[in-house]
């Protein structure tokens, strides 16, 4: 034993299985395997893997994480843990199903739960009235790097309390765990935006708020502008939003920018071009040609106070419905972030995001839908406009992933 109450000393070895070449990696106590070799080389020799100390610490870490949750949920709030079924019926909800076939009723199907939604409910009106269990959920969608097949959740539901009343006990929860396993702090409270802020200032509802950039309208800017482009987006209703990257002009070439890494980027959101401006040695401007044509001395003026530039700043623009324009410039704002290094690793960014949408327009189906699932109550404020209706629903934000 590693306190070394019992040694055990070999008088004999016999060798069950030799091993004809050298392991496929080193099971060592740094984490550079995980760099060095593919996550199918390290699937395939799992065993292998799980030895590693890292995969060690990780799944004891685990094991701690979801000891300290069910010992606040029950000690402190008299939270009853119930597992529900795994096989069910199929019901509507954020993603496909995984369907299992009855042998005993051939040509019928169970579905493997995307979440214990259903069942939670009756729980609530079975009486019992804090529940909670670490749910296994299964969900047929692509593979990303924040979703995968199966994955294991912390699922909770309590009866008659309010959304403020939800919103402390996660935080609590939340400040409890991270204090205990890694003596982090968290904020009390925790910082909240709602949808329509994230989306205007980071051009994302799960914003990563460990860097300062924020997206910019910079349509007044550009009113009776002389360039075409800008001037019939604004004509048809359209918004121009800005992103000054610091220190961006010196870094990225035109070229990475015209048809390179960046241009990719934005058209990988639906940008059709990338429109930017270099904030050169005495505020002076290097960039596409007519856009700088277009700038009077006062509007650049202007453009440049709005955005707060310095020399050697990257200004990028993205310009459309404002939807599009605030994704094209989210998923630069993230991308330049990780390329240019400048995100904290070290730091640790939680925010609730609220008020999110009730309902979305289904254009092939020419019909509105639950934005994220059935079961979310509309905001009273908005009974009257229920197109329009934002839902008291909320998503956990950390480090720019959506927790919960």
């Given amino acids: 034993m590693r306190t070394g109450t019992i040694e055990v000393v070999a008088h004999h070895v016999l060798v069950l299985n030799s091993v004809t070449r050298s392991l496929p990696f080193p099971v060592t106590t740094s984490d550079t395997v995980k760099e060095k070799f593919p996550e199918e080389i390290r699937l395939r020799f799992r065993v292998l893997d799980l030895r590693r100390p890292q995969m060690q610490s990780n799944l ?5 994480v979801v000891k300290l949750i069910r010992r606040y949920l029950e000690d402190e709030h008299e ?7 795994v096989l069910s019926k199929s ?3 954020g993603a496909r199903d995984y369907l299992v076939p009855s ?4 040509g019928t199907f169970y579905a493997l739960p995307q979440s214990p939604q259903l069942f939670k409910q009756m729980l609530m009106v079975s009486g019992f009235e804090k529940y909670y269990q670490i749910a296994r959920c299964f969900r047929d969608e692509d593979l990303r790097a924040d979703r995968q097949p199966e994955f294991t959740q912390l699922d909770m539901e309590v009866a008659f309390t309010s959304m403020e009343d939800m919103l402390k006990l996660n935080e609590d929860l939340m400040r409890h765990v991270f204090q205990a396993v890694g003596d982090i702090k968290l904020p009390n409270p925790f910082p909240r935006l709602t949808y329509a802020e994230a989306m205007d200032r980071y051009g994302t509802d799960r914003p990563d708020l460990r860097f300062d950039w924020e997206l910019k309208d910079v349509s007044d800017v550009f009113l009776g502008s002389s360039f075409k482009v800008f001037a019939d987006t604004l004509e048809s209703g359209g918004v121009i939003k800005a992103l000054c990257v610091p220190g961006g002009a010196t870094v990225f070439s035109n070229t990475d920018l015209k048809k390179g890494t960046v241009y990719t980027e934005a ?5 059709k071009g990338l429109p930017f401006l270099k904030v ?6 290097e960039g596409i040609g007519p856009l700088l044509s277009s700038l009077k001395p006062e509007k650049k003026d202007q453009l440049m106070e709005l955005l707060d530039t310095k020399t050697g700043d990257l200004i990028l623009f993205a310009l459309g419905e404002q939807s599009s324009a605030n994704q094209i410039l989210g998923r630069l704002r993230l991308f330049i972030a990780h390329k240019l290094e400048v995100i904290d690793t070290s730091a640790h960014s939680v925010l609730w995001v ?11 189906e020419q019909r509105y839908e639950a934005l994220h699932h059935p079961f979310t109550a509309p905001n009273p404020e908005d009974m009257d406009d229920l197109p329009s209706a934002r839902a008291l ?12």
């Fill in 60 to 64: 004891r870490l685990r094991h701690n």
């Fill in 79 to 85: 939270f009853v843990e119930i597992e529900t079924p």
């Fill in 91 to 93: 019901t509507p909800e």
């Fill in 103 to 106: 042998r005993v009723q051939p």
């Fill in 267 to 271: 058209s990988k959101a639906g940008a």
């Fill in 280 to 285: 050169m040695e005495n505020g002076e401007l």
């Fill in 354 to 364: 609220t008020d999110f949408p009730m309902f979305q327009w289904n254009s092939d």
């Fill in 393 to 404: 629903a909320y998503d956990m934000i950390y480090n720019g992933v959506e927790i919960g």
